[in-house]
């Protein structure tokens, strides 16, 4: 049952994951894009990693999101023109071919490796106290520059968004 739930969730997760790149409008996107986060926090459930899918549903699906839909509606986008998007379909085609190729690959590789005897989570965090710990001593600075670099995009945006006069 686990592993059709996986499955499914993973076809799911792809199929919208196509849509957010497929898609013209900018705002459909961004939900299709909630919707491949979603199932990518129903796969950590399934691997028992409940921590990672509270963080992936509240951080990226709650916080991130809400800073581009923040952004789509701030600058107001217009649907891309079809005559670009079709000079750029083969090349992100052959990008995207390669890169899932190369996941494919990687996956299969460590197939052996899943199924040991603990879980994923166990073998990778105890619990949600060595987890916090480990990220506020060992991966501060990587942290605080992360949100840093957020807060100049965010900046850098409302200023172009003003600069340009999009918002009208």
Same mark, same amino acid.
């Given at each position: 049952?686990?592993? %059709?739930?996986?499955?499914? %969730? ?30 990518? &926090? &129903? ?7 409940e921590f990672l899918a509270a963080v992936q549903i509240i951080v990226y699906a ?29 090349? &992100? ?15 299969? @590789? ?17 619990? &949600?106290?060595?987890?916090? @710990? ?8 990587? %942290? ?9 995009a965010i900046i850098g945006t409302v200023l172009l968004a003003q600069h340009k006069?999009? @918002?009208?």
């Amino acid at each position: 049952m686990v592993i %059709f739930l996986s499955v499914l %969730f993973t076809l799911v997760g792809l199929t919208s994951a196509v849509f957010v790149v497929t898609n013209k409008s900018p705002m459909n996107g961004a939900l299709f894009l909630i919707v491949t986060l979603f199932t990518v &926090a &129903a796969n950590y459930v399934l691997l028992t990693a409940e921590f990672l899918a509270a963080v992936q549903i509240i951080v990226y699906a709650g916080a991130i999101m809400v800073l581009i839909i923040f952004v789509v509606q701030l600058i107001g986008f217009q649907p891309v023109k079809d005559s670009i998007l079709q000079k750029q379909t083969p090349f &992100a085609l052959v990008v995207v071919s390669l890169v899932f190729v190369q996941i494919a690959f990687f996956t299969l @590789r460590s197939l052996p490796e899943l199924t040991s005897e603990a879980p994923l989570a166990e073998q990778t965090l105890d619990h &949600a106290a060595s987890f916090s @710990r480990i990220l506020f001593t060992k991966y501060l600075v990587p %942290f605080e520059i992360a949100s840093v670099l957020l807060l100049v995009a965010i900046i850098g945006t409302v200023l172009l968004a003003q600069h340009k006069g999009i @918002r009208e």
